[in-house]
């Protein structure tokens, strides 16, 4: 699936592109900033910034693994406005197997046209205790029950910088939380 497809440039990706299977779980607003870290941080205009997740029980949408082909939930992008920002409406990912709570973050730009190219991946993450108490406490993230992988145990996470894409949440379980967070490229996280 083309994630760049015209359809899927939204901010609220709980939904397939055409409104249906809406996501159920806590909602997310997220704010990404983007900045070029190799001038002053000044804002970027018009980086395509993609986020994905899966949804609270731990499943993507458009995998053939998961047969679910043709859906299109928790999927989207934007372009950076002038301010270097892009923000989403969404919802707290749940977990699958090997992984901890995460959402996928890509960061594209024609700002380097070198070796590195101009896309940037990297994953966004959750405070370990709330992540916790969500998967014991609140429905539907608690069929699935506690995360076997914390933060501290994943792969991806331990390879972050000194926590920096880890995410502040403002909010509580049930009104919902917002984020927000400031990427450098060439990617260093601030």
Known sequence: MDDSATGFARNDIRSNLDGSNTQSGIPLTLSIYVYDGTNSCAAMANVQVDIWHCNASGIYSAEDVESIVGETWLRGYQLTDSNGLATFVTIVPGWYQGRTTHIRLRLRSTYDSTTTGG???TQLFFPQEIIDTINTTISPYNTEGTNPTTNAGDHVYAGEVSGATLLTLS????NGYTATI???????TA
Do not use: C, M, Y
């Open 182 to 188: 400031k990427v450098n490229l060439p990617r260093t």
């Open 171 to 174: 909010g509580d379980n049930s």
């Open 119 to 121: 896309t940037n991946t």
